[in-house]
């Protein structure tokens, strides 16, 4: 176990839905959550999407481990969603969030990071963030931030919240 996640995932979906770029769930043709995965970790890029594996849902289309080639696959890839770790090899990963929202503006961004601190949260928010796991807690809080983000919705780690962070606290530069 790695931050909370298990190693050994089962997947659940024909491998070859996941070429297609689509999955199937409860027998409905749904298209993929496009996932760009960048950390400077590999390991911790190999756990992200074992755990990810096991959603027929979402569709790791790429993984980079600097904030540079995070900007240059988002604008290629134009993901849905890119989960981008904070303190990253270059361009830090709230530096690169605030690129990618101007060349990818469809892209939500969570932040998966060791830093659980509110001043840390609230930049990475403030910089185009429309989520923030502590990685700590990626095991059992990710697959639920894809899902309330990729709705619209905002996710901000129990960890975070329990330190003082408020739902009315300042959001996304773009909000």
């Known amino acids: 176990m790695l931050y909370g996640i298990e190693l050994d995932v089962k997947v659940r979906y024909n491998s070859n839905s996941r070429r297609s770029g689509s999955s199937l769930f409860l ?13 400077d970790h590999e390991v911790i890029r190999r756990v992200i999407c ?14 980079t481990a600097d904030g540079e080639q995070a900007v240059l696959k ?17 361009i830090s990963g709230i530096e690169a969030a605030k690129r990618i929202r101007k060349i990818s503006p469809n892209s939500h961004i969570i932040f998966l990071s060791q830093h659980d601190s509110l001043q840390v949260v609230e ?48 959001g996304r530069a773009d909000t």
Request: glycine share 10%; net charge negative; with cysteine.
């Open 27 to 39: 027998g409905l043709e749904m298209s993929a959550i496009r996932i760009l995965v960048v950390d």
């Open 123 to 170: 930049s990475a928010m403030r910089m185009g963030g429309h989520g923030y796991v502590a990685k700590i807690d990626a095991g059992s809080e990710l697959l639920r931030a894809i899902s309330t983000v990729s709705a619209g919705g905002q996710f901000i780690s129990q960890r975070i919240v329990s330190q003082g962070w408020r739902t009315n606290q300042p």
């Open 50 to 63: 074992s755990l990810l594996s096991s959603d027929p849902t979402l569709d790791v289309v790429c993984q």
């Open 74 to 90: 988002a604008k290629e890839l134009q993901p849905d969603l890119v989960l981008l770790d904070i303190s990253l090899p270059g």
